[in-house]
Structures are given as structure tokens and as C-alpha cells.
């Protein structure tokens, strides 16, 4: 058996093996990037799931068309409009989380050993997605307000070879949970406009900020609608419904949709009609802004927890700032700590995080520590945060 060159370099990411031991009784976990099963909202999803007419049931179990049931392309649309996003101009294209939406955009930029840049850290499932398709990814680290302009501006610069994309997470990035600051997306806009470089905005996390003052920030790229720049806008339902429906959704030029439409349609043909008649009803009832509210909430509590107990407790090396929203810390260890080792060790105490390495394109950075605030209650943070901490006082 002789597997093509992209599956034989494909390597099983060290949080998947680990998401393994996540369901473990003993190991209260804060690894996992996915929301509470607690905080689903079952009763709004029976309801509307009890309101279906046998008709609508019908279409449920159906194929539907490639681009997306047309009543919720209308119901998103407008969604997203209320975010300012350019949807008149632009065409919805629904896929099978926004994931997918990723792994479309790859397909149709990627060729074997394309240049690609993105920021560093960068989201494991994108990293995944761009070597399956044998990308060669170029990282520029992020600072506290996005990804460093200075040395942005010098590879863009120096660099013989464009890159055929630039991916980013402007809000509350997965892993490092920093919200890009307005400065640093002008400053983006200035550098990328007339450059030819398309520019992925993964945009999953802008509903959960947790301060209204922070609205404004949040504004994306896609919003702001610069004309010389083809950006490429993917959201999701995963983080404001649930990711068991498995659906996202892209916001692109009729050229690119034209080509992504062809991609999706060879990926799956279309994505659940099921989930998507469940998600159009969610949005068009207006249950969407109170679950967002409520969970947003529960979270903003669940991130100053944490936050007090490793202000309280961590040793003065290790460096992190309080996110304002989304679902994740990002602790930055000491050069020379890993923090793998003090994985094994937290591992053994019963606690579990993602160690920084993952989020590293070249998997070889690993001073830093992902630990997700949204999969475990207060008292369970209140036990195993203290478990972690020990852990990293053993080798720092
Ligand atoms: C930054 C980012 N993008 C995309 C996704 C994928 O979400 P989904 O495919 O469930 O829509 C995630 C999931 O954790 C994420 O953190």
C-alpha cells in the first residue's frame, strides 16, 4: 500500500492523543477548546425542533443545495450584516463548520509547497488543514495587540516568494486569546493593500467578548471592506450554538465563491440541511442574542476565577494577560522550560492542558501553556488550576 505524500506526512496532533484522556473521570480537563455540554441550549433546541412542520422535517432529512438552505442564507445574512459585514457585495457560502470553510480555502490556494503565512501561535485545525494540502507555512509571532507589524512589514518585504494567503484570527486568537487592537488592523490594511495577498479572516469568537466597550474593537477586517484587499471572512455556529451541528460559514467575492462553491460540492455536496433548519430558527426567534448573553456571562466568571488564582499563585516568571473574552489563556513559560514536561507532571496530579507546542507550525516552540476556561464549572477550576500550578512550580 503506497500512501500519497500528503497522508504519509500527516502526524496525529499531540491534542487529539490527549483529548483522549480528557474524557477520563479522574483528570479535569482544560484542554479542550469547545463549549460546556451544560450550557447547550436543549430547551430552545426542542422547542424548535418540536415547531417543525412535517414539511420542514422533510427538508431536514434531504440533500440540500450546495451553497446552503436559502432561508438561513438570508437569516445569516442578516446576522452578519449587524456586524457591519459587506454581505450585499459578497456571496454566503454555508459549510460544514468553519473548518471546512479552511480546508476550502487551501484547496483552492494551496499548490505543493506554496508559500502561506499566518500568525505564530496559529490554530491547530488550520495548521493541519494547510499541511494536508503540503503548504509551506511561514509564522510571524503575535504580540498583546496581533501579530508583530514591524516584522510582518520586513517579510513582506524581503520575502522573494508572495505567500498565496494570510490566515488570522483577529479576535480572541486560538491559543492565544489576544484581541487585535484597531492600530494593528490598519496597520494590516496598509501593508496588504494592492499586494495581491488574499487575507483569511477566521472570525469564531467575536460573540463572546466580555466587556461592551469592547464592540468596537472588534470590528473585522471584512467590515472595515478595504477594496484592494480580497478578504476571505469564516465563521461558525460551533462557539454560539453548538459544534455538534457542524456548521460555519464563508463571506467572499464572487470569484472566490464561484470556486469554493465547485470545491464544497466535490468535499460533501452540501452541508446538514437538519442542523441548518435548526440554526435558521435559532437565528430568525432572536434566541441567538439571549444564549450569546447567558453564556457569555457564565464564561466572563469563569475567566476571572482562573485569572485570580494564577495571579494569586503562579511564580513572577510566568507571564499571561486576562483575556477579554473567547475561551482561552495562553501562559508564556520561561525560554527554557517545557511545557510538555510539566504536562506528564500535571497529567499525574489530574489536570490537562494543551502544551504550546502544538499551536507552533514547526511544533518545536513549547514555552507556553493553553488553558481553556470554558469546559469546566468554577469548582472544577477551583480544584484543578491549583493541580497545574503546582505542577509548573516543580520546574520553574
Ligand atoms: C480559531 C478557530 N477557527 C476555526 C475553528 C473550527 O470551528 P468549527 O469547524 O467547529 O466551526 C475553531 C475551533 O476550535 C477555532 O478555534
Redesign the pocket.
Known sequence: MIFSESAANLRTSEIRDLMSLAGRDDIISFAG?MPDNNLFPINDINDIYNNFTTKEKQIAMQYGPTPGLPSLIESLGQYLKKKGLPVESNKILITT????A?NIFSKIFIDPNSPILVENPC?I??ISAFKSYQANIKSIELTKDGINIENLENFLTSSDKKPRFFYF?PNFH?PAGVLYSIDTKKKLIQLFSGQGIPIIE?D??SDLFFYDEDASHLTPLKSINPQDIDVCYTG?F?KILG?GLRL?WMLVSPTIYEKCELVKQSFDACSPSFTQLIADKFLRTGKVYAYTKAVKEEYKERCLLMSKLLNEQLPDSIHFHTPRGGFYFWLSLPESINATDILKKAIKKGALFVSGKTFDPDGKKDNHIRLSFCNTSKEQIMKGIPKIIESIKELV
Open positions: 477548546g463548520g468553519s473548518l471546512q479552511i490554530f485545525g488550520a484570527t486560538n477566521d469564531v469568537y461558525s460551533s459544534p460555519g
